[in-house]
Nanobody, 123 residues
Framework: QVQLVESGGGLVQAGGSLRLSCAASGLTFSRYIMGWFRQAPGKEREFVARIKRSGGNIYYGDSVKGRFTISRDNAKNTVDLQMNSLKPEDTAVYYC????????????????WGQGTQVTVSS
């Protein structure tokens, strides 16, 4: 079955960096658009970034533009999220997701989801 497993979360001070990784299995990875989302306590799930099948046409949510970078390695079936200049408001559970339907920022367009990894940014 399809599995998306996130790793790399943790506790970091404001201004610091973290790199999240998502390992995919059970699907033809190169055929899927990959996205990252996050959900803070008491808030709705929020779009962070997505990358198309070939690694191009990257799109970011407004709150992370200029600070986060998404990338993928189709040979390794992984998608990463490099997070720099972290802020306390970036604290959330981060999820990777896979879309076969042209997924952009819409949560409903994503077919598969990981279990999430916690990112906590202290002030």
């Amino acid at each position: 079955q399809v599995q998306l497993v996130e790793s790399g979360g943790g506790l970091v001070q404001a201004g610091g960096s973290l790199r999240l990784s998502c390992a995919a299995s059970g699907l033809t990875f190169s055929r899927y658009i990959m996205g990252w989302f996050r959900q803070a306590p008491g808030k709705e799930r929020e779009f962070v970034a997505r990358i198309k099948r070939s690694g191009g046409n990257i799109y970011y949510g407004d709150s992370v533009k200029g600070r986060f970078t998404i990338s993928r390695d189709n040979a390794k079936n992984t998608v990463d999220l490099q997070m720099n200049s972290l802020k306390p408001e970036d604290t959330a559970v981060y999820y990777c997701a896979a879309s076969s339907r042209g997924g952009s920022s819409g949560i409903s367009l994503y077919d598969y989801w990981g279990q999430g990894t916690q990112v906590t940014v202290s002030s």
